[in-house]
């Protein structure tokens, strides 16, 4: 434990003290150490994990809403496309930034970018439909260089190095497991084929024999959505190791 | 709203000399001091030395009449919106808005709060920028395209390109249901015995049972150092005293919890002591309370406990007995009664976009702007011969909040606060969202200080889950719990400086704090809102890349830190300003309830770092720092101080963490089934902890913020993945009293010396 | 008639001002009827002092240029850059014309509880004390009023400008505006004694208030001749200006902006400018007691100018000190400001006029 105890100045201090705030003026008015970025002039430069506007892949979503669910700030909404499965939409009026969507995406479908400098007029422009997510965004962009920000055990320094920052963030997709859905207990099975309804990869099938309804799973094509896992009222399903 | 923003351009575009109008215009956008919300804090890092918005001839200025321009910084809350139109109003034409901040647009993750509207149907907005909170560029960018409207080209920055959807199967499917479990009567249950003891534990609780004899008291012991006494609603008071009488000198925590199947309200006060052998002991003293809203209240026992009955009056329309407060506290005139009772309920997430449906909720703008004044002040004023100074939620000085100061003369009589300007309804909303949605959530308590808030509620979470985080996880944690420490002070040094009317010194932090968010970033990819730190360990490992930034950091901010100090600190003017003002002795401290480096000001040795240790930080070297004068002067020096230890944590930390092996950052028990593939949380967030379920009971954790204890008090009823109820008491909102109880009988100038040392956040404070 | 007018040219012909760089160009000009004329007129001094230098014109140039300076500076003291992106090849030189012309386009505000005609008289009002000093002050020989109690004058005229500022807070009726005039009231009792009498201290060293005479006799400036009346004038020039520490009636973060709170538009613009032209008055009137007034190396073919340029120079880095010390100082509280005035800088200035008057013996 250590104790602070407020300084007490004599005159001489005081003028001491006086001189020294005078200095420290004089000194940075004659040899100022600016750490001013000017953009729009020129941008700083982001690392690659920043947290920026996203863009979407269709091709690797899996629909498994997990986007939508985690959003905290209920920012993503599923939108039906006419092949009836469902991808994301953005509400930029209301996304935080969190990215808990991207590290919830199992497949990598919704990839970062640096893009964050951006305004609107309307507010209903900030909706983003699926189909505008595909493609990077075009921003007014008035850089003509970018500052690194490059702290050394000394000071910091502003690098300007002339040229476009790239905004597109190459992240591999995240390396997993795969997993299909399976029904670990089939005798509890009540076959109300929630799970039927609920798969947007038509991979569970429903047929009635003589014992009741039977579900049957299409292991090659199941993407492991977890969607009829969720659904699932009896918790007879789980996901599993493929 | 549409004619209005027209109106105010036309003006430039018509009439002799428009292109003399629009030039200067344009040059000349001068938002006023309006801060709203916690986007105001990018707001000052853009017109701070790092981006320095004055380039642009975007100055920003004092008070509604000399400015032209307002940005909206993030939620404006229903208690705000009055403000911000009767700004409006009061600015000359022409006049611009913009909005910055998720939370100004839409709502941002305050979408459902019940205390919150839209700016946009208040005045008249230009552009909207999207953030939460919005980077400084993104700000520039706002007022570069307000430039360009005065100009004459009016759009928006973005132009997305439509791209064709590939089809390949057609299937209509059922949606899925929303991801919330709840338990449809859920068991609510305060005193469920944790089988858990410590030294000296069951001593303690046999002193407590034979001081409360003849009392109806159940002891039960929850928790390690947590011990609930139930008592019957008339002998709660009783109760109080004798244990008052024991040491136990402050309230932590007054909480209320509706169980309306039940038909009660379980009524807690959370006491702790601040004598050695007391000091990490949390007795939550509860009752049911039945039938009734006139609640037995405590605070002539302890006063630290009077604020915050004054707020659950207002948010569960109730009476505390012997407070003296029966007005409206936190809340606008016009919000729903009662919110924080379960029978009022926020708007459910929809999950699927479909024509119709809005995006938010709609929500009526207030009606009055009307911010009525306590009854009876007026004329007490009058009468004592005194006046009476509002100051705030506009004006440079006041923060998100009002003042209302009774002066005489010079000399301030009383300060009655007036907070709620920024209370976004976190406590309710946190009863709506998953567990792992309130991370985010509760970050903006205080933004920044982000990382502690964030520690503080995923600790509570992991006691009452007894998960241990890896040992890099503890590191890393520590470390970046102590750069958002370092960057708290930084904060609040500045807005010191800026109150001492020192504009130097707050550009001088301001490039430290730029280097300190460039750390963030680089660690997190944001810079105020890490969302880092998740239940069971952190989001990311940190590489050596990034850990040789920190140590550079470490030393790097030293030399520039240096110059602040020789021209603010010992500025022989900020010495006299503030040595020796708003003294609080020990005894004061402690009775007003003050925590943190304000109460170690005052003489009191107590951080929970160091008392109860958590995370890496009993296995690291480092003092807690105190003083004995209790004035504006060494509550700012003991925070320097410890910014200095911060500083030496964060490279004992980097130390450490280079030689630990990589990639061990989250606890093998919260993945589960998902541990193998990277030991990243990327691609699993979701499923890890979509259901995370916690066990019956309540959990409450204290964590050492930058300003001072925070508690977290979450109750679960076992069975849901939300949250029953969470009990956020922030520091800000305990050091509220000492700060008005410091400034009674100081003079007018001396309120922003004290309010400055005192690093008061009211976004914080209101939660 | 002709007689008169004649007369009257020669009277203006005979004190013009001497520029022997131009006086092959004058004397063409002069020649061409009218232009010639208005050319006398201009040039006559005391007509020359009153509205060019260092009256109108060069008080108008100070007060664009004075801002813009102070802005600059301390944005360079701070680390940053200032007002750029409006003229960038000059460093943004013109960012005040953007915001006196803004001002001057916004709508005027004049709120239900303001004093009515009041509240519109007195920022326009102010001007008076803050252009009449400047008829005293002589910018090297160039002077419009010559006067033996010149010094005298221009302090008594300084020491009327708060009451306009009184005026101005009255008017407002706002809370802020009433507690910011209060302050600057307290605030003028705490320095005007100690301005005086350290001003009063060099014209006893000097043994004249001419001002003509006084920047004429300091071969050695006052400042080296007596430092303690020099330092004791600064400090109550900077509370006198309102600079920091002793920013304490307008006070941003505590009175958002005191006696002006309530103003807008050009109304705003005024008073504004108006404080700056009371470091312009002050600076002068330093430069005059104690920095040799327009005394300097003479330049021979600038004639007259050469004075005066020296005098601008000086008032310019007088005016600087006096701006960057905004970048320097937290802010004083009132009683601190006060004790201030009234207990080290009053004994500073009567030490100052011991000085004086030693020196006056013992020389």
Request: hydrophobic share 40%; charged share 25%.
């Amino acid at each position: 434990m250590r104790k602070v105890v407020a300084p007490d100045y004599t005159v001489f201090e005081h003028v001491k003290r006086h001189v020294e705030a005078v200095k420290t003026a004089i000194r940075e008015a004659i040899i100022p150490e600016s750490v001013t970025c000017s953009y729009p002039k020129e941008r700083r430069k982001m690392p690659a994990s920043f947290r920026g506007y996203l863009i979407f892949d269709p091709d690797r979503c899996i629909s498994c809403f997990g986007c939508a669910f985690i959003c905290p700030a209920n920012a993503i909404r599923m939108k039906e496309a006419e092949d009836g499965r469902y991808y994301p939409t953005i509400d930029y009026g209301k996304c935080i930034f969190c990215h808990f969507c991207l590290d919830s995406c199992p497949e990598g479908a919704l990839k970062p970018t640096k893009i964050h400098d951006v305004a609107y007029r309307d507010l209903d422009r900030m909706l983003t439909l699926t189909e505008e997510m595909i493609e990077p965004p075009e921003i007014i962009r008035e850089d003509k260089r970018y500052v690194e920000y490059v702290i050394d055990g000394r000071d910091l320094h502003l690098r300007r190095v002339d040229g476009e920052d790239e905004l597109l963030v190459d992240l591999p997709p995240p390396s997993k497991v795969e997993r299909i859905a399976s029904c670990i207990d089939p005798e509890s099975c009540t076959g109300c084929r929630i799970c039927e309804e609920v798969c947007e990869h038509g991979v569970i099938r429903s047929s009635v024999e003589e014992d009741g309804v039977r579900m049957v799973i299409d292991s090659e094509r199941c993407t492991g959505c977890g969607l009829c896992v969720k659904e699932c009222s009896m918790r007879v399903l789980r996901l599993v190791r493929r | 709203m549409n004619d209005e923003k027209n109106r105010n351009i036309d003006i430039l575009r018509t009439g002799p000399f428009s292109w003399l109008k629009r030039w200067s215009a344009r040059w000349s956008l001068w938002p006023c001091h309006f801060v709203t919300s916690c986007c105001g804090v990018e707001l000052a890092h853009a017109s701070g030395c790092g981006y320095d918005m004055e380039r642009l001839g975007t100055l920003t200025m004092g008070i509604s009449r000399q400015t032209n321009t307002i940005i909206v910084e993030g939620t404006i809350t229903r208690k705000m919106a009055r403000a911000l139109r009767i700004v409006w109003e009061q600015m000359p034409d022409p006049k611009f808005v913009n909005v910055i901040g998720a939370c100004g647009q839409r709502g941002g993750i305050f979408w459902n709060s019940y205390h919150i509207t839209h700016p946009h149907t208040i005045v008249p907005v230009d552009f909207f920028v999207p953030g939460c909170p919005v980077t400084p560029e993104a700000l520039i960018r706002g007022v570069r395209a307000l430039q360009k409207k005065i100009e004459g080209e009016d759009r928006d920055t973005i132009r997305f390109k439509k791209a064709n959807l590939q089809f390949k199967e057609r299937k209509k499917n059922m949606p899925p249901t929303s991801p919330k479990l709840l338990a449809p009567t859920p068991l609510i249950r305060n005193d469920i015995p944790g089988g858990v003891g410590w030294e000296d534990g069951d001593e303690l609780v046999e002193m407590v049972r034979s001081r409360l004899k003849g009392l109806t008291a159940s002891i039960t012991v929850t928790d390690e150092r947590r011990i609930t006494i139930r008592t019957r609603e008339d002998e709660i008071k009783e109760i109080a005293k004798r244990l008052s009488e024991i040491g136990f000198d402050h309230v932590k925590s007054v909480n209320l919890v509706d169980v309306p199947h039940e038909k009660k309200l379980i009524l807690e006060y959370v006491i702790s002591g601040y004598s050695k052998s007391l000091m990490p002991i949390l007795i939550t003293l509860t009752a049911d309370i039945r039938g009734k809203y006139d609640l037995p209240g405590l605070s002539d026992i302890w006063q630290s406990a009077d604020y915050t009955e004054r707020e659950l009056q207002d948010l569960f329309g109730v009476r505390f007995e012997g407070n003296s407060w029966n007005e409206i506290f936190m809340l606008a005139p016009d919000t729903p009664q009662s919110p924080l009772r379960k029978s009022f309920r926020l708007e459910e997430e929809e999950y699927i976009l479909k024509d119709g449906v809005p995006l938010t909720p709609h929500i009526d703008p207030p009606s009055d702007l009307n911010a009525p004044l306590p009854s009876g002040v007026l004329e007490e004023v009058e009468e004592m011969g005194e006046y009476l100074v509002l100051v705030g939620p506009h004006h440079t000085g006041s923060g998100h909040m009002r003042w209302i100061m009774r002066l005489d003369g010079d000399i301030i009589t009383e300060i009655i606060p007036d907070p709620g300007y920024v209370h976004r309804s976190m406590e309710k909303i946190a009863e709506s969202r998953l567990y792992i949605q309130n991370i985010p959530l509760f970050e903006r308590l205080c933004i920044v200080d982000p990382v502690n808030m964030n520690l503080g509620y995923v600790r509570a979470i992991e006691r009452a889950l007894k998960v241990d985080v890896p040992e890099r996880a503890a590191y890393i944690r520590t470390m970046m719990a102590e750069l958002s420490r370092i960057g708290c002070f930084i904060y609040d040094a500045g807005i010191f400086s800026l109150f001492m009317g020192h504009s130097t010194g707050f550009m001088y932090l301001w490039a430290i704090r730029e280097m300190l968010l460039e750390t963030f970033l680089r660690i997190t990819g944001s810079r105020c809102s890490p969302s880092f730190i998740l239940p069971g360990g952190v989001r990311r490992d940190v590489g050596d890349d990034l850990l040789d930034l920190i140590g550079n950091l470490t030393t790097a901010i030293l030399p520039r830190f240096k110059k602040f100090e020789d021209i603010f600190v010992r500025n022989p003017v900020l010495l006299a300003r503030v040595k020796g003002v708003g003294v609080l002795s020990r005894d004061e401290a402690v009775r007003y309830g003050i925590v943190g480096p304000f109460l170690r000001a005052s003489g009191v040795e107590y951080d929970i770092r160091k008392i109860e240790p958590y995370d890496a930080y009993d296995s690291l070297g480092w003092e807690m720092i105190t003083a004995d004068d209790g004035d504006s002067l060494v509550r700012f020096l003991v925070r320097l101080e410890e910014m200095r230890e911060s500083l030496g944590i964060v490279s004992q930390c980097v130390d450490v963490l280079k030689g630990m092996r990589k990639g061990d950052v989250i606890s093998e028990e919260i993945l589960g089934d998902y541990q193998e593939g990277s030991r990243d949380i990327r691609g699993s967030l979701y499923r890890v902890y979509g259901n995370l379920v916690l066990p019956r009971g309540e959990w409450t954790v204290l964590t050492e913020a930058a300003r001072g204890t925070l508690l977290f008090s979450i109750m679960s009823d076992g069975e849901s993945n939300v949250p029953y109820r969470v009990r956020v008491i922030t520091p800000s909102w305990m050091n509220l009293r000492g700060l008005i109880e410091a400034a009674r009988g100081e003079r007018m100038a001396d309120f922003w010396a004290i309010y400055g040392s005192f690093g008061y956040f009211p976004p914080e404070a209101d939660r | 008639m002709t007689g008169t007018v004649e007369a009257l040219i020669n009277l203006m012909m005979a004190d013009q001002v001497a520029i022997p760089l131009l006086d092959p160009i004058l004397n063409i000009l002069y020649g061409i009827p009218l232009l010639g004329h208005l050319l006398a007129l201009i040039l006559w001094k005391p007509l020359f002092a009153a509205l060019i230098c260092p009256g109108f014109a060069t008080l108008g140039g100070l007060l664009m240029l004075l801002p813009w300076i102070e802005r600059k500076l301390v944005a360079r003291i701070q680390w940053r850059i200032g007002p750029h992106e409006i003229l960038p090849q000059m460093g943004g030189v013109i960012q005040l014309l953007a915001d006196s012309l803004r001002f001057l386009f916004q709508e005027v505000i004049v709120h239900r509880d303001a004093k009515q005609p009041y509240f519109l008289q007195f920022p326009v009002l102010s001007f008076i004390p803050a252009l009449l000093p400047l008829l005293f002050i002589p910018a090297g020989t160039i002077i419009a009023i010559e006067s033996p109690y010149g010094a005298q004058i221009v302090l008594a005229m300084v020491t009327l400008f708060p009451l306009f500022i009184l005026g101005l807070g009255w008017a407002s009726n706002s809370r802020f505006a009433y507690i910011g005039t209060v302050r600057e009231a307290f605030v003028y009792f705490g320095y005007e004694i100690a301005l005086i009498v350290s001003a009063f201290a060099m014209i006893v060293l000097y043994g004249t208030s001419d001002p003509l005479a006084i920047s004429g006799m300091q071969q050695v400036p006052g400042i080296i001749l007596n430092p303690v009346a020099a330092l004791a004038f600064f400090i109550a020039s900077a509370m006198a200006t309102s600079r920091l520490p002793f920013e304490i009636p307008e006070a941003d973060q505590e009175l958002a902006g005191g006696p002006h709170v309530e103003y807008s538009g050009i109304l705003f613009g005024l008073i504004y400018v108006i404080s700056y032209e009371k470091v312009y008055i002050l600076s002068g009137l330093m430069t005059l007691l104690f920095l040799g007034g327009g005394s300097g190396p003479e330049i021979r073919v600038l004639g007259d100018l050469s004075g005066l340029i020296w005098f601008i120079l000086k008032t310019l880095l007088v005016m600087i000190a006096l701006i960057a010390l905004r970048a320097i100082y937290p802010r004083y509280r009132l009683d601190q400001a006060l004790r201030i005035g009234w207990n080290p800088v009053f004994t500073l200035s009567t030490i100052a006029v011991g000085v004086s008057l030693m020196e006056v013996l013992l020389l």
